[in-house]
């Protein structure tokens, strides 16, 4: 039988988790081609007649990964294509740059999962969490395997966009060692001009 994925309990997972898991990552206006969005929980930047991003911290609505405890950090992505013709998106090409100057490569989707699995084997979203979370009727105790699906499934993956068409999706980096921290994210060919998030909130 075909497993049916719920998005209400990966959901519930990501707001029982979250709280003690990744520090948030709040956008920073950084350049003039750079705005945030109205409720200021991601940087919006357009590059003219090509595309169009929307960078933010995930959100429970946009399905976080599930347990943000691991070393990692994740940023919520939309691309929009406005042109009328086809384009790439590579996240080899995407890196980060932390206070120090560390930089680091975007992490694949199957690296993230083993980071987020490799954390949970204290227990932390393991056997105890897990048996303690159900899908009410449907009575469903993920493994983790799905676990890593979901990881795959929520992910931004490189490939190409359709002109006028959309794709978004979570993208991972090594989390730096420090609690607080500042974090230049760049997008490859997509923008080449750091976008910046902080621990700390903006004023």
């Keep these: 039988m075909k497993r049916k994925f719920c ?13 003690r898991g990744q520090e948030k990552l709040y956008p920073v206006r950084s350049s003039p081609q750079t705005i945030l969005t109205s409720d200021r929980s991601a940087v919006v930047v357009e590059k003219a007649f090509q595309h169009k991003l929307t960078v933010g911290y995930p959100t429970d609505d946009r399905a976080a990964v599930a347990d943000t405890r691991a070393p990692i950090i994740a940023l919520w992505v939309r691309v929009q294509n406005v042109s009328q013709r086809p384009m790439k998106v590579d996240i080899s090409k995407f890196t980060s740059t932390d206070d120090k100057g560390r930089m680091y490569s975007a992490l694949t989707p199957a ?7 490799a954390e949970a084997s204290d227990g932390s979203i ?22 890593t699906d979901d990881v795959e499934r929520y992910s931004l993956h490189s490939g190409e966009i359709a002109g ?6 979570l993208i991972y ?11 230049r994210v760049v997008l490859g060919e997509l923008w080449s001009q750091p976008l910046v998030f902080s621990t700390e909130k903006q004023k």
């Design 7 to 19: 998005l209400p309990f990966f959901l519930m997972i990501v707001v029982c988790l979250q709280a």
């Design 173 to 183: 980096f090594e989390r730096p060692q420090q609690k607080k921290f500042t974090l």
């Design 111 to 117: 690296e993230a999962g083993k980071r987020i699995l």
């Design 164 to 169: 006028g068409a959309a794709k978004e999706g």
């Design 126 to 147: 393991g056997s105890k969490t897990l048996r303690g979370l159900s899908l009410g009727k449907a009575g469903n105790i993920p493994s983790e395997e799905q676990l």
